[in-house]
């Protein structure tokens, strides 16, 4: 699992018009399920973007180290 410092959670907190969950969240293991499952994901955070906005925010936090997954629905 990366590693995220609380000012770069918190830094994202302001720049996302969705929720973060991390993995301290007890919401986070429902959050976290993929749709591919030969591999258990344990991503530091969750995050649920509603915008493109908040994809960009996330995959520029993030960064160029960072696993990315995304599914539809």
């Known amino acids: 699992m990366p590693n995220f410092s609380s000012h770069e959670l918190a830094y994202l907190v302001r720049r996302l ?3 973060l969950i991390p ?3 007890p919401g ?3 959050r976290r ?3 591919q499952l030969a591999v258990d ?3 530091a ?3 649920p973007a509603r915008s493109a906005a908040g ?3 996330t995959l520029n936090t993030a960064g160029p180290s960072a ?3 995304a599914a539809s629905g």
Request: proline share 4%; charged share 25%; glycine share 4%.
């Open 45 to 47: 955070a969750v995050v």
């Open 55 to 57: 994809v960009a925010a």
């Open 17 to 19: 018009d969705g929720a």
């Open 23 to 25: 993995a301290d969240d």
């Open 67 to 69: 696993a990315v997954a």
């Open 33 to 35: 399920s993929a749709r």
């Open 41 to 43: 994901q344990r991503p």
């Open 28 to 30: 986070w293991d429902a």
